[in-house]
């Protein structure tokens, strides 16, 4: 079946990094666009990034801009996002999300379970 | 601006129907989608490019987008609906959620 593991979270002090993965199978990655998407404990959903399905165009939240990199290894069936300069405000479920599209613009329709961020000193 | 605007809170009894908006600048020329989330579970997709439901979803479901609200309709709501539910749309390559709505089944 389709399905999108994330793994890499933990606690972290400030002002360090952290790399997650995304392990997918069930689909053909390499021809969707893919996300993460993250969700402070008790609040609502935040876009981080985005990467086209060759990963030639990315795109990112103000937020995150210039501190995070969405990357992908098609070849792995293998999504991750480096995260550097981590503050609390990054803490958070972060979620691994499939595009319906090939350049990523469709609804998020396959979704994991998340893995947990904890940025605290 | 990308900025969703969503009610935090609907309430409606079991067998009624449910609007939940989203409301955003010139949102009708953009495609919305609507995502369910349930405690403690990743969120599902409900309503992708407006009008369209994923296969599963049940067709009590229904979207619709103009000017410049969207509209999640639940008709014959059932109690398994109460849940988070979240509008999203794209914005020049940069993706907004709304806040979100709590859908209370009474």
């Known amino acids: 079946q389709v399905q999108l593991v994330e793994s890499g979270g933990g606690v972290v002090q400030p002002g360090r990094s952290l790399r997650l993965s995304c392990a997918a199978s069930g689909f053909n990655f390499r021809t969707y666009g893919m996300h993460w998407v993250r969700q402070a404990p008790g609040k609502g959903l935040e876009w981080v990034a985005v990467?086209?399905?060759?990963?030639?165009?990315?795109y990112y939240a103000d937020s995150v801009k210039g501190r995070f990199t969405i990357s992908r290894d098609n070849s792995q069936n293998t999504l991750y996002l480096q995260m550097s300069s981590l503050r609390a405000e990054d803490t958070a479920l972060y979620f691994c999300?499939?595009?319906?599209?090939?350049?990523?613009?469709?609804?998020?329709?396959?979704w994991g379970r998340g893995t947990t961020v904890a940025v605290s000193s | 601006s990308n900025e969703l605007t969503q009610p935090p809170s609907v309430s409606v009894s079991p067998g009624q129907t449910a609007s939940i908006s989203c409301s955003g600048d010139?949102?009708?020329?953009?495609?919305v989608c609507w995502y369910q989330q349930k405690p403690g579970q990743s969120p599902v997709l409900v309503i992708s490019?407006?009008?369209k439901r994923p296969s599963g979803i049940p067709d009590r479901f229904s979207g619709s987008n103009s000017g410049n609200t969207a509209t999640l309709t639940i008709s014959g709501t059932q109690a398994m609906d109460e849940a988070d539910y979240y509008c999203q749309a794209w914005d020049s390559r940069i993706v907004a959620f709304g806040g979100g709505t709590k859908l209370t089944v009474l």
């Open positions: 999300v499939k595009d319906e599209t090939i350049e990523a613009g469709g609804g998020m329709d396959v």
């Open positions: 990467i086209s399905y060759q990963g030639r165009n990315e």
């Open positions: 490019q407006d009008t």
């Open positions: 010139k949102l009708g020329d953009k495609y």
